[in-house]
């Protein structure tokens, strides 16, 4: 893990984020804490022990209140205290509009490109806009109780409007976004109702730096901000806009994962026997073992995979007990309509498909419908000959670089959607349009078929480009960036807390 403390400086660092790293809940055994699983609280938890900071987020566990003061500040971790958890309360009428409604079925499928998904609701852009007033004003608070300088980190696209705000409440606080999803291009983003599409992007140029998983993202915010923001003056060749006498810096950052994890989970006893008893029930001899891992999402292109399976099956019967395909998939946002018909769809499609091709001995498709422990999911990964990533969009797509990182035996080989941030950035993988279901089923089969050779010379250079480009690289590079912002506006004697 880089040295972060060396860019931070004095600088009093203050995260905000939807979900909280700890969450205290009722259980059997009185007040308990969890982690929720993910790949940015483990990456994020031990840089906010080392560096104090602050962490400003939804305080959604059922004992949380409890445990925290009046402001709903808490220290965590529970047994070491090393940081301040800051709880920001929202009523269920607010979850259910902020976060399910504009976050969730407006945000999410309008920058997913993905638009017969789309809902708009005024209630919905009401309460996010009240919804981030708050949160802007927990880290202001925050803000004001250091004496030096201050730096806000928002996380995604349920924070939209929270720098405009805190720009408003705290004008020389250093502020800056990281933007997980996609961005659409401006003739995705007028589908909002007139006023806010600008109102989102007027909110969002309240940062110093917006940051992007990959530049396809920046440019179609930069041509946003262009067609929308009046008195917005856009340098697309320098990614910089100037805005109300300042300057917005837009970047992009592709995130990435924690590899020595992943590889040494993947390298751990444990794991190496439970990939032999994969490989023994299904993919023994010549046979092989494909797998894909999701949240069950409609941006995952989900149903576009398995009718590839059902193709490949149909075209190829040479396949028929030859390949089985481990369909490990999570059920997420279970209150909205979409997702819960997504998920009864995934299963009936798979037992349809098991039913036209299986035998007594062979199941084509073998359903995991849950979320999974690390260490399984290291072996599943291990054993697979082939992993598929057929998302219609991604910001990016962690699956495809845990795939890679636990590849240790270097015979996998990786069917990544070109339509992901990760198929910009990772050279060695089959790319598919999921929206060709002929080449989809062409790609598979050339996998299948691929020479030992030839996948091992993939993987491994997929294996070095991850190796040196790991989530501490990521937060390496963003630290770095905003450092050197920073230093180039020095503090303002007086204002102190930013
Ligand atoms: P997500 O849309 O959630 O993330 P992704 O990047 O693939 O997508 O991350 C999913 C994570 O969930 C992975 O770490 C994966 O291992 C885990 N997961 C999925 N199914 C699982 C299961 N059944 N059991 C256990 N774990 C499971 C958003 C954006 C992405 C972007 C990330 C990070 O949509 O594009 O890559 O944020 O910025």
New binding site residues.
């Given amino acids: 893990m880089p040295d972060l403390l060396q860019y931070l400086n004095d600088c009093k660092f203050i995260l905000v984020s939807n979900r909280e790293p700890y969450e205290h809940f009722r259980g059997s055994r009185g007040i308990e804490v969890r982690q929720p699983?993910?790949?940015?609280v483990s990456a994020l938890d031990p840089t906010m022990r080392r560096i104090h900071g602050t962490w400003v987020a939804w305080g959604s566990g059922s004992a949380d209140r409890e445990t925290s003061d009046d402001l709903g500040r808490v220290r965590v971790p529970p047994d070491e205290g090393s940081y301040t958890l800051r709880r920001v309360w929202l009523e269920e009428s607010e979850v259910d509009a902020y976060y399910h409604g504009f976050a969730n079925r407006s945000l999410w499928p309008l920058c997913h490109m993905l638009i017969h998904y789309f809902e708009y609701r005024t209630e919905f852009w009401d309460r996010y806009r009240a919804v981030n007033l708050r949160f802007a004003h927990a880290v202001a608070d925050e803000a004001e109780r250091s004496t030096g300088r201050c730096m806000a980190w928002i996380q995604d696209y349920h924070f939209a409007l929270v720098p405009e705000f805190l720009r408003a409440m705290r004008p020389s606080l250093f502020i800056h976004q990281f933007w997980?999803?996609p961005f659409p291009p401006p003739d995705i983003l007028r589908l909002l109702p007139s006023g806010s599409h600008e109102a989102l992007l007027r909110g969002l140029l309240g940062n110093d730096l917006m940051e992007f998983?990959i530049d396809r993202h920046a440019l179609n915010f930069l041509d946003c901000v262009t067609e929308f923001v009046s008195g917005a003056d856009v340098d697309p060749g320098d990614q910089t806009i100037r805005f109300q006498d300042r300057v917005v810096q837009v970047a992009s950052f592709p995130?990435s994962v924690d590899y020595e994890k992943y590889q040494e989970l993947a390298q751990a006893p444990e794991a190496a026997k439970m990939a032999e008893t994969l490989r023994a029930r299904y993919a023994i001899g010549s046979r092989q073992l494909g797998v894909c891992?999701?949240?069950v999402?409609y941006?995952k292109g989900i149903p576009e995979r398995l009718r590839a399976l059902e193709l490949l099956f149909t075209e190829h019967p040479d396949m028929h007990g030859q390949f089985t395909f481990l369909f490990?998939?999570?059920p997420s946002r279970t209150n909205l309509a979409a997702y819960t018909q997504l998920e009864q769809e995934v299963g009936e499609t798979v037992q349809v498909i098991n039913k036209r091709f299986g035998t007594a001995e062979w199941t084509p498709i073998v359903l995991?419908g849950?979320?999974?422990d690390a260490d399984l999911?290291a072996a599943v990964y291990r054993a697979a000959d082939i992993c598929l990533v057929s998302s219609l969009q991604?910001?990016?797509?962690?699956?495809a670089k845990?795939f890679v990182a636990a590849q240790v035996d270097e015979r996998g080989v990786l069917l990544l959607s070109r339509f992901?941030?990760a198929a910009e950035e990772i050279d060695g993988a089959l790319l598919i349009n999921p929206f060709n279901v002929d080449g989809f089923v062409s790609a598979i089969r050339s996998a299948l078929d691929m020479p030992a050779e030839e996948r091992k010379r993939r993987m491994r250079r997929m294996r070095r480009r991850l190796q040196n480009n790991t989530i501490f690289d990521w937060l390496d590079a963003i630290l770095g960036r905003c450092a050197e912002s920073m230093a180039a506006v020095p503090p303002t004697p007086g204002i102190g807390a930013g």
């Fill in positions: 699983a993910g790949g940015l997980h999803i998983q995130i891992v999701d949240r999402d941006t490990v998939c999570t995991i849950e979320n999974v999911l991604d910001g990016m797509n962690l699956v845990e992901t941030g």
